[in-house]
């Protein structure tokens, strides 16, 4: 290989500068000028050269028979290493495209899976919703319960039915949600599979192109190659290299791995199919006895608003009544406070007589006695000004508590109301349409209907003559709290009648 130097002036073809060179050596070995050199530095100087000449050609004899040598090593090298580079491009060329046509296998199983699974999740999704049309109503109905107010919102017996027939009609609905959320996981996995299935074909593929591109380039070929490897070079600058054990073993756990998710998903279809065909459940039992409850909530809670009504109206009337007393409490009181001012004044000005005169005499006593009744009068006015306060404080608190509960139990009879028509009926004496998801008419339903509205007229004659007894009841309490000038523990007004606040002020 000869090196081409930049051309600079005085220097040969290998970069040496012959004149200078010269020029330091003759300064170093001639002698000083106007004095002679000993023969021995004469003759020594040229055996010196003559030795660095020789040196220097066998030198460079040696490195000619070296060169030679190893470019004919070279030589056979490139050629052996072509050869393998060839064999080896060949065979990973054809392991290459066995696992890519084992790739394209399992994609399209995979297509295929996907396939069966998305036609059977339609099929599910098609029989849930001519299911849930027939729990529209149970729905409904649970929806508008749960707008009762805090109060009403007990566990009773219509809720109960309510979702002891959800959970019977729902037992369908859910296997089938189920299902269907399985086949989502599933579909999911297998998108996810054949992503990465999808990735390493993509991946074989291009590699494939490569290596044949590799192999098609010869020494005499463009001289693109440069760049088409510092392209590659960029492009998979962050790619880790992998030994050709982990290379196979990657595409073969991906092929594994969707043959087993294949297994579990044909699997799984087999095992929806024979859950889903056995699973059937119309329950009519749970209907009527939901419909019954519901009219018996309606009838019960209709007499706690009655109930309400009349003993708030009482708690109203006893409070005007009260209020009327407080007034003529206050008027006598004020009428007390004008003697009682003109009593005091009195005493204070016969203070101001001399102190000579200063003595407790009758009108002093007269006057101390007038201060003292009037003051004890005042007192005991203004006591019961404050005791009928306190009353009418806890008539506002019981009747603000009786208003409360009477505004929740006609919101929540109007909500009952509603929950009850929902089935379509035009009132609430008709019975509930034909419906799976209501109560099921027939001859034997139709008399099963005669005998329920004989119970319910007979239940409201029983709570009539509830009433009318707790009325005279109520009569004779008042009687007798007239009779006695005070509120007696049994009356309409007692403790337990009223909130624990108002019970505590009362008592």
């Not at 030589?75 to 990973?92: F, G, H, I, M, R």
Request: proline share 3%; aromatic share 2%; with cysteine.
């Amino acid at each position: 290989i000869v090196v081409t130097m930049p051309p600079n002036v005085g220097h040969n073809q290998y970069g040496v500068n012959l004149a200078n060179y010269r020029l330091l050596t003759q300064n170093a070995d001639k002698g000083q000028a106007g004095k002679y050199r000993s023969p021995a530095d004469w003759a020594t100087e040229t055996k010196a050269h003559v030795t660095f000449g020789s040196a220097e050609t066998k030198q460079s004899s040696t490195l000619r028979h070296v060169s030679n040598a190893l470019q004919s090593a070279a030589a056979d090298q490139v050629v052996a290493d072509v050869n393998s580079v060839e064999a080896a491009l060949k065979s990973k060329i054809s392991h290459t495209e066995s696992l890519r046509d084992q790739l394209r296998a399992a994609v399209a199983e995979v297509d295929t899976e996907v396939a069966a699974q998305v036609a059977l999740r339609a099929g599910l999704e098609e029989r849930l919703r001519k299911v849930q049309s027939k729990l529209d109503l149970n729905q409904g109905r649970l929806s508008v319960r749960d707008n009762r107010p805090a109060r009403e919102r007990t566990m009773d017996d219509v809720e109960k039915h309510l979702l002891r027939q959800q959970q019977l009609m729902q037992t369908f609905i859910e296997k089938v949600k189920r299902a269907i959320g399985h086949i989502d996981k599933e579909l999911g996995q297998l998108e996810a599979v054949k992503a990465k299935l999808m990735a390493d074909l993509a991946d074989k593929v291009a590699a494939v192109e490569v290596d044949s591109a590799v192999l098609a380039v010869t020494p005499e070929g463009p001289g693109s190659t440069e760049e088409a490897a510092a392209a590659a070079l960029r492009k998979k600058h962050d790619c880790l290299a992998k030994t050709p054990h982990t290379w196979v073993r990657s595409t073969e756990d991906n092929l594994r791995e969707a043959q087993q998710w294949l297994t579990d998903a044909a699997r799984l279809r087999k095992a929806i199919r024979h859950a889903i065909y056995n699973a059937r459940n119309a329950e009519h039992e749970t209907s009527r006895t939901l419909n019954t409850s519901m009219m018996a909530k309606l009838g019960v809670t209709h007499k706690l608003k009655e109930d309400l009504e009349k003993q708030l109206a009482r708690v109203r009337d006893e409070a005007a009544k009260a209020a009327h007393q407080r007034a003529s409490l206050a008027a006598a009181l004020d009428a007390k406070r004008g003697p009682l001012a003109q009593a005091k004044e009195r005493f204070a000005l016969r203070k101001a007589r001399p102190c000579r005169e200063s003595v407790q005499d009758d009108v002093e006593a007269a006057l101390s006695r007038e201060i003292a009744h009037l003051n004890a009068v005042t007192s005991q006015l203004s006591n019961k000004v404050s005791a009928v306060d306190r009353e009418l404080e806890a008539l506002d608190i019981a009747a603000a508590t009786l208003e409360d509960n009477l505004r929740d139990k006609e919101q929540a009879l109007a909500l009952d109301e509603r929950c009850v028509l929902l089935d379509g009926r035009i009132n609430i004496a008709t019975p509930p349409p034909s419906s799976v998801a209501s109560y099921p008419m027939s001859s034997v339903s139709t008399a099963r209907s005669a005998t329920l509205r004989r119970i319910a007229e007979m239940e409201a004659e029983l709570g009539t003559a509830r009433r009318e007894r707790e009325a005279l009841e109520q009569s004779i309490s008042v009687l007798r709290n007239s009779l006695g000038g005070s509120f007696s523990p049994s009356g309409p007004l007692s403790p337990s009648a009223l909130s624990p606040m108002a019970a505590r002020r009362v008592m």
